[in-house]
């Protein structure tokens, strides 16, 4: 490195900013070839170490020694395993080094506010409630729904009347209605009533969006206790919705509030009406399970995401008619699709890809993120149009919508999703709170993110 140092101050003509910020990006790289060296030695010896125990293996299977040519077809198939563990860690470490190139110069601040614990599993989705007084909604693979203070981090109420896992919740635009999606194949309406409790101080716990340490399974706290037994209990539902013959894996409200769909992994995707509760159009098409659905903040549309690698646009606007469009742009599951307030969708997928689309032009899309991992339930700030993506490798990224890379959030032994993140929500209006995640890990996370005026503008 300092012979880097070295060449670039020599007689430069580069601005110190542009120098400062090459030798930043060259300690970058400095530091992912070492790490890959260290990995390739850890390599290394496991397959040392794997030979040698194949070849004491070879001396006493059926009380006879293998042949050499057996022994090292073995050994050259777990070689190979290796090898291609390998080139997974290496494309992985490279893909951090290329995509370093692509992140602006000025960071967005990211501050972990407060934590949100007491699910005892898996936390599918999280979403924040349009009317006063606004309030955090989980849900989760414990068969509850969860209503939180976003300021104290207290359990409001909790929402019980589903027997399977609740995989979804999404709040009415305009009344204090809850809609949960379930592993039970239904979905119900539940309307709810708290009353906030009064915040105490946050502590300061700022980190830069860049930072991060690893943490083991030993820093992992103790989620183990249920605070949501002292929460007003839900068991009834207003409505349950009931057309479905397999997992409800999501669900949403249209424009309005009057009308709600319903995605499922009997490959189908229904539209209700909420105050009687019957069936008014079934959507088929998709060739596998659905994964996600999403409504227009301001129109009558509606996209669909599946396993079958594509979503699918469907537009109610006309009242007579349905139409549906087929979008390809992806080779895996498409994981999410959402809508901005304009006239974008954003897909996310397990293909590591997520893909900003036109809706006046979908034939390709007008950015592509590439990433290192698996991308789950995305969300768009609509303000800002920050895109917050939770990756299966417990990151959360944050990219504007031309595909720059804004910020990674904190992840250390002291603060952080320590399992898989399953999803992200905006909420622009709150004071303090304006990004929230949830995962495996049992919890869900309120962030503050602070972009700089500078990124706002591109």
């Given at each position: 490195m300092w012979q880097v140092a070295t060449l670039l101050d020599s007689d430069s003509k580069l601005p110190s900013s542009v120098r400062s910020t090459l030798l930043e990006l060259f300690g970058q790289i400095e530091r992912e070839f070492e790490n890959l060296y260290i990995e390739n030695l850890e390599l290394r010896r496991e397959i040392d170490t794997l030979n040698e125990r194949l070849a004491a293996e070879g001396q006493a299977i059926d009380g006879a020694e293998l042949s050499k040519g057996q022994l090292k077809t073995k050994a050259s198939h777990s070689t190979s395993q290796l090898s291609q563990k390998l080139k997974t860690t290496y494309k992985a470490s490279t893909s951090k080094i290329v995509s370093s190139f692509k992140t602006t110069t000025s960071r967005a601040a990211c501050q972990l506010v407060k934590e949100y614990i007491g699910h005892r599993d898996g936390i599918w989705d999280v979403s924040v409630a349009k009317t006063q007084p606004v309030v955090l909604g989980t849900a989760s693979a414990d068969h509850t729904a969860l209503l939180w203070s976003i300021e104290t981090g207290k359990c409001l109420v909790k929402y019980a009347g589903h027997v399977g896992s609740v995989n979804s919740i999404k709040f009415h635009p305009s009344e204090q209605l809850a809609l949960t999606a379930s592993g039970d194949q239904t979905a119900h309406i539940w309307r709810?009533?708290?009353?906030?409790?009064?915040?105490?101080?946050?502590?300061?716990?700022?980190?830069?969006?860049?930072?991060?340490?690893?943490?083991?399974?030993?820093?992992?706290p103790d989620l183990d206790g249920d605070v949501s037994s002292d929460c007003p209990t839900i068991r009834v539902p207003l409505t349950s919705l009931k057309s479905h013959q397999g997992v409800v894996i999501a669900s949403d409200w249209?424009?309005?509030?009057?009308?709600?769909?319903?995605?499922?992994?009997?490959?189908?995707?229904?539209?209700?009406?909420?105050e009687t509760s019957e069936l008014v159009h079934s959507l088929t098409g998709h060739d596998q399970e659905l994964t996600h659905c999403c409504t227009h903040p301001?129109?009558?549309?509606?996209?669909?995401?599946?396993?079958?690698?594509?979503?699918?646009?469907?537009?109610?606007?006309?009242?007579?008619?349905?139409?549906?469009?087929?979008?390809?742009?992806?080779?895996?599951?498409?994981?999410?699709?959402?809508?901005?307030?304009?006239d974008?969708?954003?897909?996310?997928?397990?293909?590591?890809?997520?893909?900003?689309?036109?809706?006046?032009?979908?034939?390709?899309?007008?950015?592509?993120?590439?990433?290192?991992?698996?991308?789950?339930?995305?969300?768009?700030?609509?303000?800002?149009?920050?895109?917050?993506?939770?990756h299966d490798n417990r990151q959360v990224r944050l990219f504007d919508m031309s595909g720059v890379r804004l910020a990674r959030l904190p992840r250390s032994s002291r603060q952080g999703h320590r399992r898989m993140v399953c999803c992200s929500a905006w909420s622009e209006d709150h004071p303090v709170c304006n990004l929230f995640t949830c995962g495996f890990d049992r919890q869900a996370i309120g962030w503050n993110i602070n972009i700089p005026a500078l990124l706002q503008e591109k």
């Open positions: 709810y009533a708290v009353q906030l409790p009064t915040p105490q101080p946050v502590a300061d716990t700022s980190i830069s969006g860049e930072d991060e340490v690893e943490c083991s399974d030993k820093d992992e249209l424009v309005g509030g009057k009308q709600a769909v319903t995605a499922s992994w009997d490959r189908t995707a229904n539209l209700y009406d909420v301001t129109q009558r549309l509606v996209v669909t995401s599946s396993r079958d690698t594509t979503f699918r646009l469907w537009d109610f606007r006309d009242p007579s008619i349905h139409s549906v469009n087929v979008f390809q742009g992806h080779t895996d599951t498409v994981t999410s699709a959402v809508f901005t307030v304009g974008n969708v954003v897909s996310g997928s397990d293909d590591r890809t997520v893909k900003v689309w036109d809706l006046k032009n979908m034939r390709s899309p007008i950015a592509t993120i590439r990433t290192d991992s698996a991308i789950n339930r995305i969300n768009v700030c609509v303000g800002q149009k920050i895109i917050a993506l939770p």
